[in-house]
């Protein structure tokens, strides 16, 4: 499998997996200021956020990191010494209500938490984790680079107290709060321009590129949904994982909810073993 399409495959799973095990944890709140105001995605607690670290800051996870960090060898497995920071961010994604036209319907959806790894010669990767059980969790994937804790951070500065949410079709990262939708990477200014747009219209956006594509539509019915060729998956060659095999905990891949029409990878997953 590419490794485009191991990310997209990560993706699609642990949607899945957070969309069970997540969503509901904390109650829906809605702005006051909008005439219309729109839904507050779900939030993860403190003792989540402190249990997906633990699963990230373990042991085994550390071994992993170092063996990830060092398979292009520039630096070597017993000196990559990988350091997993503090802050352990939600990770929202495009929501299939919001797609749809639902009013009031959150922008995002919760998917998974992920914190940022670091090792000795400045590498930088993403973990991802989702719930194990009531009361662990569990990390499912690593990714090089750190977009989530970095857009995380960013559209705080930007816009706070808003929701930083991924549109994984274009791979632009945006933060929404009330009304306002502002761009926080260059495919979001290509898609909104540089000054943001109205939450309503960022609705009528992705509701023209992606409402014949959600669940149950004929696209979807081709195979295609969650954006995840079945052609392409089932040719591709096999990419081990590093980590724990990705469908443990899952519901499946078919929960996810949008179509990958244009997904530009700009990281990959670990690789090799």
Partial sequence: MTGH???????????????????GLAPQATAVENPTPPAVPA??????RAAAHKAAAAPATLDTLAR???????????????????????VYTLAPDFVAGRKGAPVARLEYLAGKAVSSDGQKASLWMV????????VVNIATGDDETRYAAQGAR?????????????????????????????DAVRAVGAGGTTLAAYQDRVEKAYG???????????????????????TAAPEPSLV????AGAGGIAALALITTAFRIRRRTAQGG
């Fill in 68 to 90: 990830f960090f060092a398979r292009e060898g520039a630096v070597t497995r017993a000196a990559a010494d990988p350091r997993v920071e503090a802050v352990t961010v939600p």
């Fill in 43 to 48: 939030a993860p607690s403190a003792e989540h």
């Fill in 5 to 23: 399409a191991t990310r997209a495959l990560s993706r699609a799973i642990v949607a899945a997996a957070a969309a069970t095990l997540l969503l």
């Fill in 158 to 186: 930007k816009l706070p107290g808003g929701t930083v949410f991924h549109e994984p079709q274009t791979d632009a990262w945006y933060v929404q709060r009330k009304a306002r939708v502002l761009p926080l990477d260059e």
């Fill in 131 to 138: 719930p194990k059980n009531d009361s662990s969790w569990q």
């Fill in 212 to 234: 014949d594509k959600l669940p149950g539509s004929a696209y979807a019915k081709k195979g295609k949904a969650g954006g995840y060729a079945a052609k392409a998956a089932a």
């Fill in 244 to 247: 724990a095999p990705l469908a």
